[in-house]
């Protein structure tokens, strides 16, 4: 079995009743892991923190900050830092409106991208998918703000959205690093991880296709990124109090 670095068990939890983590986010894990990944790096829309929390564990010396606007949320990243020992700057505010006092080296995010009119009823669902509570150009263009002048931005998308992605990233960014996953060999792409730069000079690198699915088992592929990532997911339906003292 191939061997991975920093690669201790993460103890994840999550809501019961609310958006877990998924493979999008194990698979922009692994493609982040790619790149020199180094300074002050920015999660936005971190979730219960599973992808700030990975990149942390296997890049211990970058100083991590994560914002999340869903306080529950918030209670949960804490939660996650503590028990697996990490340590990370949260701010539980929306990253639209938030006036931060430094620059990043870095912005990671598997931000809301579906569109439509089919929603949950669930709040924590809706806010964690639906590209209308961080709409794309607005994302965007507060990810550039956000940089510093030689920074990058590390994402994932609707594949379908590439032409959007390209049209509305603003400049000085970049597209330097693109790589599509396919759920199926000869199925058509449903995510694209994407890597932008700021001032780059570089032509856009694509890689090579991920595959998701050999038949009904992962890829070998899918299935050494889950090993790498060796998370624990422990979901919990309780309040900001329950999961402070669990």
Request: proline share 4%; with cysteine; aromatic share 12%.
């Amino acid at each position: 079995m191939e061997k991975f670095k920093n690669n201790s068990e993460l103890k994840l939890f999550q809501p019961k009743d609310g958006y877990c983590y998924n493979s999008d986010t194990m698979f922009l894990y692994d493609f982040i892991g790619k790149f020199n990944i180094k300074g002050r790096v920015l999660e936005v829309g971190g979730g219960c923190g599973v992808l700030g929390l990975l990149v942390k564990r296997d890049f211990p010396e970058i100083n991590l900050t994560i914002i999340e606007k869903q306080k529950i949320m918030g209670e949960f990243i804490k939660k996650n830092l503590k028990e697996n020992n990490l340590e990370a700057d949260l701010i539980v505010d929306d990253f639209l409106s938030t006036n931060f006092k430094r620059e990043f080296d870095f912005i990671i995010s598997n931000p809301p991208f579906y569109q439509g009119t089919l929603k949950s009823d669930n709040e924590i669902k809706r806010i964690a998918r639906y590209e209308e509570y961080l709409p794309m150009r607005e994302f965007f263009k507060k990810v550039n703000e956000s940089l510093k002048e030689r920074g990058e931005f590390i994402f994932c998308y609707d594949a379908k959205r590439i032409d959007d992605i390209i049209k509305n990233l603003p400049k000085p960014l970049k597209v330097v690093d693109i790589r599509f996953m396919h759920p199926r060999l000869k199925k058509n792409a449903s995510l694209v991880m994407i890597r932008a730069k700021r001032h780059a000079k570089s032509m856009v690198k694509i890689h090579s296709p991920l595959i998701g699915f050999e038949g009904s088992e992962y890829s070998q592929e899918a299935s050494n990124i889950y090993k790498k990532a060796n998370t624990n997911s422990i979901k919990l339906n309780l309040g900001r109090e329950e999961i402070e003292n669990y």
